[in-house]
């Protein structure tokens, strides 16, 4: 990895059975559920969970890269995380360089794209998990923070010029 990470956050696997630190050209994906993020068809800002955006545990699936894909293995996994009365209608999937390529006014990075094996609170695990972190200098302490929002709208926007529709 060849970007500043002062932090640490991106360039160590969580597991010895991960692929390792996320790169550049890989894809990160995530699931967009139909109606929960729909409205007359088109996405909602409910795709990122404000909550889990702050907290750093924004939720992505490792998408593979031209070399290694493995989107089709993202998407099974994604398949199994829709929620009780949701369909699964899209996959949004940038790739990482896309992400941490965001900028605010503010100088440095907005946000990490970290491998995170862990699925969720209970020692749910999956090699292809991985995570959508804000970089911690930014001191972002509630989600009506106005940089919060400006980075949530930037990130939204990566994630909805890249939509994939998902065959029923």
């Keep these: 990895m060849s970007r500043s990470d002062p932090f640490g956050l991106e360039n160590e696997s969580q597991d010895h059975r991960s692929p390792g630190p996320i790169q550049d050209d890989e894809r990160i994906c995530r699931g967009g559920f139909d109606p929960m993020h729909y409205t007359k068809g088109k996405p909602k800002n409910s795709i990122i969970r404000a909550d889990d955006l702050l907290t750093g545990s924004l939720s992505v699936w490792r998408g593979g890269t031209g070399d290694q894909p493995d989107f089709d293995l993202a998407v099974a996994q994604i398949s199994k995380t829709v929620p009780a009365e949701q369909n699964l209608r899209s996959v949004f999937a940038p790739i990482a360089a896309e992400i941490r390529d965001i900028q605010l006014d503010e100088p440095g ?8 094996c862990s699925t969720d609170e209970n020692g749910g695990f999956h090699v292809l998990h991985a995570g959508i972190k804000i970089c911690p200098s930014l001191n972002i302490a509630s989600k009506e923070d106005d940089l919060f929002l400006k980075a949530k709208g930037h990130l939204l926007r990566v994630l909805k010029k890249t939509e994939i529709m998902i065959a029923a």
């Design 109 to 116: 990075r907005v946000f990490y794209v970290v491998d995170d």
